[in-house]
């Protein structure tokens, strides 16, 4: 899509295509095991989005610390590495 050696600048290919000029040289950093994610999560802990938001984030590797609601079972809790 952009083309560092094409006869257009950067800018101007990234213009034409719509994004900006930041996102062409944008490279994501990759996880590092110490980063943590703090999840909070409704009463319930059953929540689609809660869990699925979990899940994805264990899969990428972080520390999950979930803080949920007043049922000890409920699927949101079991997903943490601690539970608060």
């Known amino acids: ?3 560092s050696q094409h006869r257009l600048p950067i800018t101007r290919q990234a213009q034409l295509v719509g994004l900006s000029r930041g996102s062409v040289y944008y490279q994501p950093k990759p ?3 110490s980063d943590l ?3 909070i999560s409704s009463s ?3 929540s689609p989005n809660m ?3 979990a899940l ?5 590797g972080l520390n999950v610390v979930t803080l949920s609601g007043f049922c000890r079972d409920n699927p949101f809790r079991k997903l943490g590495d601690n539970e608060m």
């Not at 994805?56 to 990428?60: L, N, Y």
């Open 1 to 3: 899509m952009i083309h």
């Open 31 to 33: 996880v590092s095991p």
């Open 37 to 39: 994610a703090l999840l």
């Open 44 to 46: 319930s802990g059953k």
């Open 51 to 53: 869990v699925n938001g």
């Open 56 to 60: 994805k984030t264990k899969q990428m």
